[in-house]
């Protein structure tokens, strides 16, 4: 419009103390992450390529390493997709209906972060080992969970099953069930109902929560040290196969082995940031 003044935007005034205060935080946030994350980072990748790359590859044609790869993408592939489909069932129960023993299922979900991954596989021991609970009942009949990929599986998937239902649960809870409601009253089934107005208003906070679950189940350590009994080329997963390396003073064939956890953290996080920009994006 013609003749019309200008706007301007008038500037918040921060006084200097709280000015110096905030750049004192950042700095030290900063500092804490350079020195815990960003240096060790480092520090695994210098070791890796310290001898250059012909000897960073030579690390991969080791047969023992190439099967600890494949156990390791394999117990992902089992462990993802199953804790997905636990998770949006365990948050559609919870955000939805309300039914007794419900605070006693949330707390169930939460077990994982409150044990120790080391007494989660002893738990296993316990229950599936020789002198186990069922270890006759399973000797008997010639199955082998201990010591075996079954296991290996199972404590991963105890380890990670919270990560999807944790991401999904409060998303559910704050959208509500107005929506659904209202489709089953148009005349929509369950299956239709979740597929057409439930999943498209939570999975930025499925796609979230599986990445997670991904990232944890490939660098899982102390649950799947304690039931997977270190056979080489059988039971040892990446993470597994690093202390291995590293304890034989193989030391740049160990930190290669590491620098590709590394990298796939570092995707999970690239990923994970993007998801979360997407997320705001759509509902900012």
């Known amino acids: 419009m013609a003749g019309a003044a ?4 008038k500037r918040r ?3 200097p103390g709280v000015r110096a205060g905030r750049i004192a935080l950042i700095t030290v946030a900063i500092g804490f992450l350079a020195l815990l994350l960003l240096a060790p980072l480092g520090a695994v990748l210098g070791q890796a390529f310290a001898e250059g790359w012909r000897v960073f590859l030579e690390a991969f044609d080791n047969p023992d390493t190439l099967a ?3 156990l390791t993408l394999l117990t992902a592939a089992i462990v993802v997709p199953v804790n997905t489909l636990f998770g949006i069932a365990a948050a559609w129960a919870i955000a939805k209906f309300e ?5 006693l299922l949330i707390t169930l979900i939460d077990l994982p972060f409150a044990i120790s991954p080391v007494i989660a596989g002893l738990v296993f021991v316990m229950l599936f ?7 006759h009942w399973l000797q008997d009949r010639d199955i082998q969970v201990i010591f075996a990929v079954p296991g290996i599986v199972l404590a ?7 990560y999807v239902a944790r991401e999904l ?3 559910m809870q704050q959208q509500g069930s107005e929506e659904e409601e209202a489709a089953i009253t148009l005349g ?8 057409r107005v439930t999943l498209p208003k939570i999975r930025w906070g499925l796609i979230y929560g599986v990445i997670l679950c991904n990232a944890r189940a490939m660098g899982e350590f102390g649950a799947v040290s304690v039931v997977s009994g270190h056979i080489r080329g059988l039971t040892t997963t990446m993470p597994l196969q690093v202390e291995i390396l590293y304890n034989e003073y193989l030391f740049v064939a160990a930190f290669a082995v590491a620098s590709v956890l590394a990298l796939l953290a570092i995707v999970t996080l690239v990923i994970k940031t993007l998801v979360e920009w997407r997320a705001d994006r759509r509902t900012g």
């Open 13 to 15: 005034y921060v006084p």
């Open 6 to 9: 200008p706007r301007f935007e």
């Open 169 to 171: 649960i409060p998303l």
């Open 188 to 195: 929509a089934g369950a299956w239709t109902t979740f597929l």
């Open 156 to 162: 991963t998937l105890f380890v990670t099953f919270p």
């Open 99 to 103: 039914f007794k023993g419900k605070s």
């Open 129 to 135: 080992g020789a002198h186990g609970w069922w270890g």
């Open 68 to 70: 600890a790869i494949k």
